[in-house]
């Protein structure tokens, strides 16, 4: 996943990703959230590819493609410690008019995501929810 864009939090302590930087798909919300709106074939492919780059052999192919079913009947992805250790996320993607696949997330840091998961999740519904009116 490409990062487009950022909205900096005002806590103190915050998450921030620059434009432009690149992060995997198979350990970001964002990423499985939009994978969640590829193709079987497609989507096994990516992780698949992305998995046999990584020294880092904890999860399998299965695995993440379960995920990826799972997010499709939620439309909520989660990426809990998995891509950077004490930072958590959701994410949500959806299509834009020409077919392109685009994600919002919301990182927060760890100690504070589990207090905050049902509000972050509905923060990001309502967000959903305009996106799609807009489009």
């Not at 685009?102 to 049902?118: C, E, L, N």
């Amino acid at each position: 996943m490409v990062f487009v864009d950022q909205v900096v939090g005002t806590h103190r302590l915050r998450t921030v990703s620059a434009v432009g930087e690149t992060f995997p798909l198979s350990t970001t919300a964002n990423g499985k959230a939009a994978m969640a709106l590829l193709s079987d074939d497609v989507a096994a492919g990516l992780i698949a590819r992305e998995l046999g780059s990584r020294d880092d052999k904890k999860r399998v192919l299965s695995d993440v493609i379960r995920e990826v079913e799972e997010i499709r009947e939620t439309g909520m992805a989660f990426d809990i410690n998995e891509h950077t250790d004490g930072i958590s996320a959701v994410g949500a993607a959806f299509r834009d008019v020409n077919g392109l696949v685009y994600a919002i997330s919301i990182p927060v840091p760890s100690h504070r995501f589990d207090g905050k998961r049902d509000k972050l999740c509905a923060a990001l519904s309502d967000a959903m929810d305009k996106v799609r009116a807009s489009l």
